[in-house]
């Protein structure tokens, strides 16, 4: 048999939360001073398509956003989840886990979401 128990993982939100400002903080670090200076954000989108290997990676996360997006419209539509098209926004810039970290927690307060724990048997 099994009891239907409140899920609650604060490590979990956490550890995604330090994720999300690793990468941010990289990002500012590394990708804004040369966005300033050369200013060309078609280019410097267009660089992650350079060779297979950076393509393979840009579609990678072209696709992360694209599930993002998915995930997005179904809850909107299932769970009635509001709020959802800032982390597309922040998915974008500056970046796409930041995007799904945010979402992960704009949806928090929003979804019920339960674990299922199995009894013991006697």
């Known amino acids: 048999m099994s009891k239907l128990k409140q899920y609650k993982a604060p490590f979990y939100y956490s550890f995604i939360v330090v994720i999300a400002a690793l990468f941010t903080a990289y990002f500012v670090m590394v990708i804004v001073p040369e966005l300033l200076a050369d200013q060309d954000i078609i280019a410097a989108f267009l660089a992650g398509f350079v060779n297979p290997y950076s393509t393979g990676y840009s ?64």
């Open 59 to 122: 579609l990678d996360v072209i696709a992360c956003w694209l599930f993002l997006l998915a995930w997005v419209l179904h809850e909107r539509r299932a769970f009635k989840v509001q709020h959802g098209w800032l982390a597309l926004i922040i998915g974008i810039v500056p970046g796409v886990i930041v995007g799904l970290v945010a979402y992960t927690i704009i949806r928090l307060g929003q979804v019920q979401v339960r674990a299922v724990v199995d009894q013991p048997k006697k």
